[in-house]
């Protein structure tokens, strides 16, 4: 069975503060695939990243970090100097090898200006 | 271009009514998905069609119907639904892995909100 835990329900910034968000995620499979999505109050999915299993290798794009590791599960987003249009729900997601996807709770981040 | 667009993007229907949601892409996905969601909840996969045929049920109930018309196109049939059913409705395609234990991207669209009075 697959899991994805985002054990922060709600996250408050204020405007430039940096902000964590973690993911922690459990898996037999030897290959699988971690992602982060934005929702934004419209509704709409926003595909943010994909890692691959065999890559470990952390990404940074713009203002956006990630950080997987496999020795303690884990995706964890970072988002420097945070910004009001960031305030939106995040999900982290594990996809298999079977087009499924397993959402975590999502984690509420607003930000303040 | 990663566009999926869904309509209408509001919809209010009574128990005895039917309507049906749209779902559309242009990227040339072979994949296709509805969800479900509910408020502050994360989205509940509800049926998947592989090459336009339905791949994936999970226990929907049969007040949905889905339908996949074409490779670009997808359907979600309403008939006879309950208040619970009043929910975010969303779409999304994507590619369909070449290899095994390929996992494609899933983009979404903006989503069907539906309210059953």
């Known amino acids: 069975a697959q899991k994805v835990t985002q054990a922060q329900t709600e996250i408050s910034v204020v405007e430039k503060e940096d902000v964590t968000l973690d993911c922690v995620y459990e898996?037999?499979?030897?290959?699988?695939?971690l992602f982060w999505y934005k929702q934004p109050p419209s509704g709409e999915l926003v595909f943010l990243i994909r890692r691959n299993s065999f890559d470990e290798q952390n990404e940074i794009s713009g203002r956006y970090s990630w950080n997987f590791q496999k020795s303690t599960s884990s995706f964890n987003f970072t988002i420097t100097a945070s910004q009001v249009v960031d305030s939106a729900v995040y999900f982290c997601?594990?996809?298999?090898?079977?087009?499924?996807?397993?959402f975590g709770g999502g984690t509420r981040l607003m930000v303040k200006p | 271009d990663t566009e999926v667009t869904q309509t209408p993007k509001h919809l209010v229907m009574g128990m005895t009514n039917k309507k049906s949601l749209k779902c559309e892409q242009h990227m040339g996905h072979r994949a296709m998905y509805w969800y479900k969601q509910k408020a502050k909840k994360p989205p509940e996969l509800m049926f998947v069609y592989s090459y336009e045929k339905l791949s994936i049920n999970e226990s929907v109930p049969s007040r949905f119907s889905p339908e996949c018309p074409n490779s670009s196109l997808l359907n979600l049939h309403l008939h006879a639904l309950q208040p619970e059913d009043s929910a975010l409705y969303l779409c999304?395609?994507?590619?369909?892995?070449?290899?095994?234990?390929?996992?494609?991207?899933?983009?979404f669209g903006p989503g069907t909100r539906l309210l059953v009075l």
């Open positions: 898996t037999r499979d030897t290959t699988y695939y």
């Open positions: 997601a594990l996809g298999n090898a079977g087009n499924m996807l397993t």
């Open positions: 999304a395609s994507s590619q369909v892995g070449l290899a095994a234990g390929r996992k494609e991207t899933q983009y």
